[in-house]
């Protein structure tokens, strides 16, 4: 959701009579949304969904990051296209594939003056999938693109971007576990973990305030339970532990989903302390 109250998400969407998923972006307002189909890339592709909306470009441009997936693929299977729509101001929508030839997703996208900047995903094998940042002109071309590199092993993922461009996510260690990254000036910082199986940054804000898990595993059941962070100038806490006991009754926080400019939070976890105790989302 953005600023001006414009949701982008996916929605069934009615194919000949087939019933398929698309990208799907909202906007107007609560009682009164308009529901646009965003569509797919040309040939068999019958999912797509869209997971990143940017604020309005100086023409009163949107733009939509996310991915599609073919028939042949099996929809859910990979590979996948990293996509990009374009959405005018008087309406029109086009749309552009960021990685035809390869696996790939795009996942947050940001407009920084003249540039479009797409933070996502990329498949180059199995034992190479990193972290990159599309570059986009505010006309709809590829202009380039960022590949961020691990934290030492072979795998990282770019989960979101703020204004700066700089860019979150998770990636794997010599010792294969992942940690959450904050990739800033060129360089990608470890964020550590509270726990002892790492952690993954899910949402950063224009004051690099970043959120997301960390991972405990139990070495004697091989179960891993995760909890919500909030990271900001070097310290990475527990979310829990900032709300005071006698003022919530939350079982656990499992995660931070992302953070606005004022540094309010939304995520899920459990309430209550019993065996069925439900999973609810929350604001802090």
């Known amino acids: 959701m953005n600023n001006q109250g414009a949701i982008a998400g996916n929605a069934y969407a009615l194919v000949g009579t087939e019933q398929h998923v698309h990208a799907t972006l909202w906007t107007g307002s609560p009682g009164s949304y308009v529901a ?12 797509s969904d869209a ?16 991915y599609s997936a073919a028939k042949s693929d099996g929809v859910n299977n990979q590979p996948w296209h990293a996509v990009l729509w374009r ?15 390869r696996d790939a997703r795009a996942n ?20 190479d999938i990193q972290a990159v940042v599309w570059e986009v002109s505010l006309q709809g071309t590829l202009v380039g693109r960022t590949v961020l590199g691990t ?24 010792n294969f576990i992942k940690d959450a990254y904050l990739y800033r000036n060129g360089a990608m910082t470890d964020l550590g973990s509270l726990g002892n199986y790492g952690s993954g940054a899910i949402g950063i804000n224009d004051s690099d305030v970043v959120v997301g898990y960390y991972q405990n595993l ?11 962070f909030v990271w900001e100038n070097g310290t990475m806490k527990d979310l829990a532990s900032l709300i005071a006991a006698k003022k919530t009754n939350w079982r656990v ?6 953070v606005n400019a004022t540094g309010a939070m939304v995520g899920w976890g459990r309430i209550g302390t019993t065996t069925y105790s439900e999973e609810h989302g929350f604001l802090a």
């Not at 997971?51 to 996310?66: C, H, I, K, N, Y």
């Not at 092993?153 to 971007?161: D, L, P, Q, W, Y």
């Not at 004697?220 to 995760?226: F, G, L, N, V």
């Open 151 to 174: 934290l030492g092993g072979g795998f990282s993922e770019g989960n979101a971007i703020n204004q700066q461009g700089h860019v979150v996510g998770q990636s794997t260690k010599t």
């Open 51 to 66: 997971v990143g909306l940017s604020e309005p470009d100086a023409q009163g441009t949107l733009w939509v990051a996310g």
């Open 36 to 47: 646009r189909d965003l569509g797919t890339p040309v040939g068999a592709f019958v999912y």
């Open 253 to 258: 926080l499992f995660t931070a989903q992302d």
């Open 218 to 228: 139990n070495r004697r059941t091989w179960r891993s339970t995760q909890f919500a």
């Open 87 to 101: 959405i005018e101001a008087a309406g029109n929508v086009s749309l552009l594939d960021l990685e035809p030839a």
């Open 108 to 127: 947050d996208v940001k407009v920084v003056g003249n540039t479009v900047i797409v933070a996502g995903t990329i498949n180059f094998n199995a034992n």
